[in-house]
């Protein structure tokens, strides 16, 4: 099975400041049609995981722009540039490019 | 407005059955392919199955194969897991999830296996 490992665990954090979250894939996230399958989730306390990214770096409809994704080859990183009280949550990224679709263990964001 | 409601869990003796039902409205929920995933405190989120499109292709992790069924209704909108053997490990809040154009989660069902 592939392997995402997410660091750090947990990420304390300053209101307005940046943070960066990272996620390692044990295999590369290549799709045969060519799109790397490599999402980010955020879930509040109490609620269901929301998709913020997919395909790595494309924002789903309606999250604000100060979320990013990128890669660099197996190393996948979620950047917030000015962190708010409502960023609080879990954030996990899954793959879906190989089965079982699987999920990294989550980095608990605190401010 | 986009929604799946899912329903069904509750809490089950081992060996016991359960059967998930999910229903979607608000989105093309024929073009979707549609997932069942379930969380643990212990394992966090672990992707239990999917299923395509038209049904024709379904997929189940490891641990739950030979177990676990799912089936869809493209005019009914809706998905159902259907769990047999249940074990003790099965206990988690299971959540049906759509992706596709866009991507969209239900609420959350807690499952309990217990005697």
């Known amino acids: 099975d592939v392997v995402l490992t997410q660091s750090p665990l947990s990420l304390p954090v300053t209101l307005g400041q940046p943070a960066s979250l990272s996620c390692r894939s044990s295999?590369?996230?290549?799709?045969?049609?060519?799109?790397?399958?490599l999402d980010w989730f955020q879930q509040r306390p109490g609620q269901s995981p929301r998709r913020l990214i997919y395909?790595?770096?494309n924002r789903d409809s309606g999250v604000p722009d100060r979320f990013s994704g990128s890669e660099s080859g197996t190393e996948f990183t979620l950047k917030i540039s000015r962190v708010e009280a409502e960023d609080v949550g879990i954030y996990y990224c899954?793959?879906?490019?190989?089965?079982?679709?699987?999920f990294g263990q989550g980095t608990k964001l605190e401010i | 407005e986009v929604q799946l409601v899912a329903s069904g869990g509750g809490l089950v003796q081992p060996g016991g059955s359960l059967r998930l039902s999910c229903v979607g409205s608000?989105?093309?929920?024929?073009?979707?392919?549609m997932n069942w995933v379930r969380q643990t405190p212990e394992k966090g989120l672990e992707w239990v199955a999917n299923?395509?499109?038209?049904?024709?292709?379904?997929t189940f992790v490891d641990s739950v194969k030979g177990r676990f069924t799912m089936s869809r209704d493209n005019v009914k909108n809706s998905v159902t897991l259907q769990m047999n053997s249940l074990r003790a490990e099965d206990t988690a809040v299971y959540y049906c999830?759509?992706?596709?154009?866009?991507?969209?989660w239900g609420q959350g069902i807690v499952v309990t296996v217990s005697s």
């Open positions: 299923i395509n499109p038209d049904g024709s292709q379904k």
């Open positions: 395909h790595v770096s």
């Open positions: 999830a759509g992706w596709g154009a866009g991507n969209y």
């Open positions: 899954v793959q879906y490019a190989h089965w079982p679709h699987t």
């Open positions: 295999q590369g996230l290549v799709h045969p049609n060519g799109n790397t399958n």
């Open positions: 608000g989105f093309t929920f024929n073009t979707y392919w």
